[in-house]
């Protein structure tokens, strides 16, 4: 069968939604699918692995209507059209990020190559894709997240300098690796020192004692005659290298961050290329996102958050920084959503959440994020194998066992047991609640902490938020399953949680809601975690609103998802703006100030002084600007339909590039007085909902392309009919 193409073109061919490298063929055998600089392959574990694709055409409103895939073993097959494995003939289908394999069983440790065509919703065939391939694990299950092997990245000093008899080298930024120099003695047994470290001193020396657990190291290397390249052997740091911690694998060893190096002791010229830092992370694509605006700070902090989600991707899975580099929930959570809005890449995301789910912490509200991360995945992949194949260990993260009559759980009460220790994949005895980290007085800080006085009772308002938010995301996947009468047992549950919040947490003379039943006091985070879960009646939105710009920001770089999350969908841009470009000593502008390139663990050294300066989850900008700010957030799973919804405040303009798996999501908005004008690309087989904010200007007038068209507005917003595929020109006018 002979077809021409016609305008819908397909790409980036994805297995388990990884990407293997360019296949090249060399002496008639393909070489390909490593990572780059380690030597290890990318392996498919699953028997039934699922397909991907992207499409792309020049056509307005372009939907895929079918697909055709073939595989085979052997690549000349496919050029003579036979795939000898599996031919799934022409499926009626808009699926294209998680078409599941349906051919002959998979061979283990076998190379196996396919492509894929599709026609597109006026019945018009594309050509058949480029040949990509996989390659099989030695084992196959029902079920396994694949991944890509770490990768590590050479990298040259920014600057090199001397300054008497020390040689100093900054890189430009901090980053998880190791040091490579070449360097020349005339004798053998001349011995130089190396010393690494994140921070200097004022003079531009290494900072030997920077505290906390900002690292600096110092190593002596005896030399032969002659020149060599030494790969410095870095010690393991006892702390980061427990039981719990998550090792550096062995094809890549130990690594350790930093930004500044020195040497000293050695004897003739050095020069930037003599030294060479291999960068440990997980696969990044640098130009899978861009964000800038009309705000120098605010292009700052996008650029210190993004790269902040590359740098810290070191372990393979999300860690929770340097000190300890374990996973912990509320870390992997907020790293999730981040990594989502820099990257097109989600294995690293699901597999940290598959893991967390069998090695639970402590916190109770951490153990609740499990299904949030859950529902993330699902939505921003399309992808509902991880949620199947874990479903009773989700349905027990909702922490039902605790739950009292009153419609509220507690840790309080008594119910904790082994059976539920069990059941969550806990090790310890109990759970206890958190709220915030640190708590008042925790490791010397200074203040109240970071809990905004936060007054712990036997019904936390904090943990029953996030019951609340966890019982409806579990609800939509227990649906997604057709586990009905599941979704309607948690969609009741979640509808008792909501009443006893207005009827036992809301202070109707303050209008705002208590910490808990047995207190009088309101904090930023009860009020914050209940207006960004949908707890908060609308009537009553203004006034938690006020209240949460009344208490500033009293809470954690952790809390600050919710923080932001929550003003967001106040409708508060502008506070939002300030929050992000903030100057202050809880900022993430005081991170750079700082010195820090990777976000902290806390907004500043007084706040928390054994913390490290590369923790991923003080990188919250990283979503918030692409989700909030800009709007731009999936409406159904696998990016089917999205919401753009930008708030950008004062900011006279702004444009951002979103990743997602049907392609690139493009968005610049510019403002001025009394016109507000977008540029948005919307790629194929996705259709988009347009919002925008229109407050000042009177009588608007909407044009889509130079046209006229109509459109309903709903508090301070316009909203346009469902758009498809293409580039469009809107201009908002009175």
């Given at each position: 069968?002979?077809?021409?193409?016609?305008?819908?073109?397909?790409?980036?061919l994805?297995?388990?939604?990884?990407?293997?490298?360019?296949?090249?063929?060399?002496?008639?055998?393909?070489?390909?699918?490593?990572?780059?600089?380690?030597?290890?392959?990318?392996?498919?574990?699953?028997?039934?692995?699922?397909?991907?694709?992207?499409?792309?055409?020049?056509?307005?409103?372009?939907?895929?209507?079918?697909?055709?895939?073939?595989?085979?073993?052997?690549?000349?097959?496919?050029?003579?059209?036979?795939?000898?494995?599996?031919?799934?003939?022409?499926m009626?289908?808009?699926e294209?990020?998680?078409?599941?394999?349906?051919?002959?069983?998979?061979?283990?440790?076998?190379?196996?190559?396919?492509?894929?065509?599709?026609?597109?919703?006026q019945?018009?065939?594309?050509?058949?894709?480029?040949?990509?391939?996989?390659?099989?694990?030695?084992?196959?299950?029902?079920?396994?997240?694949?991944?890509?092997?770490?990768?590590?990245?050479?990298?040259?000093?920014?600057?090199?300098?001397?300054?008497?008899?020390?040689?100093?080298?900054?890189?430009?930024?901090?980053?998880?690796?190791?040091?490579?120099?070449?360097?020349?003695?005339?004798?053998?047994?001349?011995?130089?020192?190396?010393?690494?470290?994140?921070?200097?001193?004022?003079?531009?020396?290494?900072?030997?004692?920077?505290?906390?657990?900002?690292?600096?190291?110092?190593?002596?290397?005896?030399?032969?005659?002659?020149?060599?390249?030494?790969?410095?052997?870095?010690?393991?740091?006892?702390?980061?290298?427990?039981?719990?911690?998550?090792?550096?694998?062995?094809?890549?060893?130990?690594?350790?961050?930093?930004?500044?190096?020195?040497?000293?002791?050695?004897?003739?010229?050095?020069?930037?290329?003599?030294?060479?830092?291999?960068?440990?992370?997980?696969?990044?694509d640098?130009?899978?996102?861009?964000?800038?605006?009309?705000?120098?700070?605010?292009?700052?902090?996008?650029?210190?958050?993004?790269?902040?989600?590359?740098?810290?991707?070191?372990?393979?899975?999300?860690?929770?920084?340097?000190?300890?580099?374990?996973?912990?929930?509320?870390?992997?959570?907020?790293?999730?959503?981040?990594?989502?809005?820099?990257?097109?890449?989600?294995s690293?995301?699901?597999?940290?959440?598959?893991?967390?789910?069998?090695?639970?912490?402590?916190?109770?509200?951490?153990?609740?994020?499990?299904?949030?991360?859950?529902?993330?995945?699902?939505?921003?992949?399309?992808?509902?194998?991880?949620?199947?194949?874990?479903?009773?260990?989700?349905?027990?993260?909702?922490?039902?066992?605790?739950?009292?009559?009153?419609?509220?759980?507690?840790?309080?009460t008594?119910?904790q047991?082994?059976?539920?220790?069990?059941?969550?994949?806990?090790?310890g005895?109990?759970?206890r609640?958190?709220?915030?980290?640190?708590?008042?007085?925790?490791?010397?800080?200074?203040?109240?902490?970071?809990?905004?006085?936060?007054?712990f009772?036997?019904?936390?308002?904090?943990?029953?938020?996030?019951?609340?938010?966890?019982?409806?995301?579990?609800?939509?996947?227990?649906?997604?399953?057709?586990?009905?009468?599941?979704?309607?047992?948690?969609?009741i549950?979640?509808?008792?949680?909501?009443?006893?919040?207005?009827?036992?947490?809301?202070?109707?003379?303050?209008?705002v809601?208590?910490?808990?039943?047995?207190?009088?006091?309101?904090?930023?985070?009860?009020?914050?975690?209940?207006?960004?879960?949908?707890?908060?009646?609308?009537?009553?939105?203004?006034?938690?609103?006020?209240?949460?710009?009344?208490?500033?920001?009293?809470?954690?770089?952790?809390?600050?998802?919710?923080?932001?999350?929550?003003?967001?969908?106040?409708?508060?841009?502008?506070?939002?703006?300030?929050?992000?470009?903030?100057?202050?000593?809880?900022?993430w502008?005081?991170?750079?100030?700082?010195?820090?390139?990777i976000?902290?663990?806390?907004?500043?050294?007084?706040?928390?002084?054994?913390?490290?300066?590369?923790?991923?989850?003080?990188?919250?900008?990283?979503?918030?600007?692409?989700?909030?700010?800009?709007?731009?957030?999936?409406?159904?799973?696998?990016?089917?339909?999205?919401?753009?919804?930008?708030?950008?405040?004062?900011?006279?303009?702004?444009?951002?590039?979103?990743?997602?798996?049907?392609?690139?999501?493009?968005?610049?908005?510019?403002?001025?007085?009394?016109?507000?004008?977008?540029?948005?690309?919307?790629?194929?087989?996705?259709?988009?909902?347009?919002?925008?904010?229109?407050?000042?200007?009177?009588?608007?007038?909407?044009?889509?392309?130079?046209?006229?068209?109509?459109?309903?507005?709903?508090?301070?917003?316009?909203?346009?009919?469902?758009?498809?595929?293409?580039?469009?020109?809107?201009e908002?006018?009175?």
């Amino acid at each position: 069968m002979t077809l021409q193409a016609q305008d819908v073109q397909v790409h980036h061919l994805k297995v388990d939604h990884l990407q293997y490298p360019a296949l090249q063929m060399v002496n008639g055998y393909p070489v390909g699918g490593y990572a780059i600089g380690t030597g290890q392959r990318v392996l498919i574990a699953n028997t039934q692995p699922a397909f991907g694709w992207e499409l792309s055409g020049a056509r307005m409103g372009i939907m895929q209507s079918a697909y055709r895939i073939m595989v085979s073993q052997n690549r000349d097959s496919l050029t003579k059209g036979v795939g000898g494995i599996w031919d799934s003939g022409k499926m009626e289908s808009e699926e294209s990020t998680t078409v599941l394999y349906q051919g002959i069983p998979l061979e283990t440790n076998s190379n196996y190559f396919w492509q894929v065509m599709v026609w597109d919703d006026q019945g018009r065939p594309s050509s058949w894709s480029a040949i990509s391939n996989f390659w099989t694990a030695d084992s196959l299950s029902d079920y396994n997240t694949s991944a890509y092997p770490l990768q590590k990245t050479d990298e040259m000093p920014k600057s090199l300098t001397k300054v008497d008899d020390v040689v100093r080298i900054d890189f430009g930024k901090a980053s998880f690796g190791q040091l490579r120099l070449t360097l020349a003695a005339s004798k053998d047994g001349d011995t130089i020192t190396v010393r690494l470290g994140e921070a200097v001193n004022p003079d531009g020396s290494i900072n030997r004692d920077p505290g906390g657990t900002i690292r600096y190291a110092k190593y002596q290397v005896p030399l032969m005659r002659g020149r060599h390249t030494y790969r410095l052997q870095l010690s393991p740091n006892q702390r980061n290298t427990g039981p719990q911690a998550i090792k550096m694998p062995d094809y890549i060893g130990e690594v350790m961050p930093f930004r500044y190096g020195e040497v000293t002791g050695h004897v003739g010229e050095l020069k930037k290329d003599d030294f060479v830092r291999s960068t440990v992370h997980y696969p990044f694509d640098d130009f899978a996102s861009d964000f800038e605006s009309s705000d120098s700070i605010l292009n700052a902090v996008w650029e210190l958050c993004k790269y902040s989600i590359k740098a810290t991707s070191f372990a393979g899975i999300y860690v929770d920084g340097d000190r300890e580099r374990i996973p912990y929930e509320a870390d992997a959570y907020i790293n999730q959503l981040c990594h989502y809005g820099v990257d097109k890449e989600y294995s690293m995301a699901r597999r940290s959440h598959e893991y967390l789910l069998h090695h639970a912490t402590w916190p109770t509200e951490w153990i609740l994020q499990s299904v949030l991360m859950a529902y993330h995945d699902y939505l921003y992949t399309g992808d509902i194998r991880s949620a199947r194949h874990y479903y009773e260990d989700l349905k027990a993260k909702l922490l039902l066992p605790l739950r009292e009559n009153n419609g509220l759980i507690s840790t309080k009460t008594e119910k904790q047991n082994k059976q539920l220790m069990q059941a969550i994949h806990f090790q310890g005895d109990a759970l206890r609640d958190i709220v915030d980290w640190p708590h008042t007085g925790g490791f010397g800080m200074v203040g109240n902490g970071e809990t905004d006085g936060f007054v712990f009772t036997t019904y936390n308002a904090v943990v029953n938020a996030f019951h609340y938010k966890a019982l409806r995301d579990m609800e939509k996947l227990a649906v997604a399953l057709g586990n009905h009468d599941d979704a309607a047992h948690f969609s009741i549950k979640a509808d008792e949680t909501y009443k006893a919040f207005q009827s036992l947490l809301w202070d109707k003379r303050k209008r705002v809601f208590r910490d808990g039943i047995d207190t009088d006091h309101a904090s930023l985070h009860t009020n914050m975690m209940a207006l960004a879960f949908g707890l908060v009646p609308e009537k009553e939105t203004r006034h938690v609103m006020d209240f949460i710009r009344s208490r500033g920001v009293a809470c954690s770089v952790y809390g600050s998802q919710f923080l932001l999350d929550a003003t967001y969908t106040a409708g508060d841009a502008n506070y939002g703006l300030s929050l992000l470009t903030s100057q202050g000593d809880r900022s993430w502008y005081n991170m750079i100030r700082a010195g820090s390139t990777i976000t902290m663990e806390a907004w500043d050294n007084k706040y928390k002084p054994n913390q490290d300066w590369n923790h991923a989850w003080g990188a919250v900008p990283a979503n918030a600007i692409p989700r909030k700010l800009m709007g731009v957030e999936p409406l159904e799973p696998g990016w089917r339909t999205f919401r753009v919804r930008p708030q950008i405040g004062s900011l006279e303009w702004a444009t951002i590039k979103v990743p997602t798996l049907k392609g690139s999501v493009d968005l610049s908005c510019r403002q001025g007085q009394g016109t507000y004008s977008m540029h948005l690309t919307i790629p194929p087989n996705t259709q988009a909902y347009i919002e925008i904010p229109v407050q000042a200007i009177p009588n608007p007038q909407v044009t889509v392309n130079g046209r006229k068209v109509d459109f309903e507005l709903d508090h301070g917003f316009i909203r346009l009919s469902a758009m498809g595929s293409g580039t469009y020109d809107i201009e908002v006018m009175k």
